[in-house]
Nanobody, 129 residues
């Protein structure tokens, strides 16, 4: 059974940092990709970053490029999202998702939510101004 469990959310002031974790079980570390998404109240789910575990390639939404970094620790079966220079508009519930593909093989580089079958429960990030 595939399970994804996010943690690391919280309340932070603008300009601050948080590191989200996505612990993955039931998947190999080399044949799938992990995406991070976020959803604010009343808004659609937005792709933040995609990480291909087979080759380590990474992709980011324009809104977070240069501020967020996705990485992994295969020994811990965990993918991280390091978020720096946080802004109030980053406030959302953040989800990780998994699917058997490479980010580069999809038209939107894995930043569209529809391709993913496996989702975590989410972790809330609130950035105060």
């Amino acid at each position: 059974e595939v399970q994804l469990v996010e943690s690391g959310g919280g309340l932070v002031q603008a300009g601050g940092s948080l590191r989200l974790s996505c612990v993955i079980s039931g998947l190999n570390f080399d044949d799938n990709s992990i995406g991070w998404f976020r959803q604010a109240p009343g808004k659609e789910r937005e792709g933040v970053s995609c990480f291909s575990r087979s080759d380590g390639s990474t992709y980011y939404a324009d809104s977070v490029r240069g501020r967020f970094t996705i990485s992994s620790d295969n020994a811990k079966n965990t993918v991280y999202l390091q978020m720096n220079s946080l802004k109030p508009e980053d406030t959302a519930n953040y989800y990780c998702a998994a699917e058997f593909f490479r980010c580069a093989d999809s038209l939107d580089y894995g930043l569209g939510p529809r391709i993913y079958d496996y989702w975590g429960q989410g972790t809330q990030v609130t950035v105060s101004s």
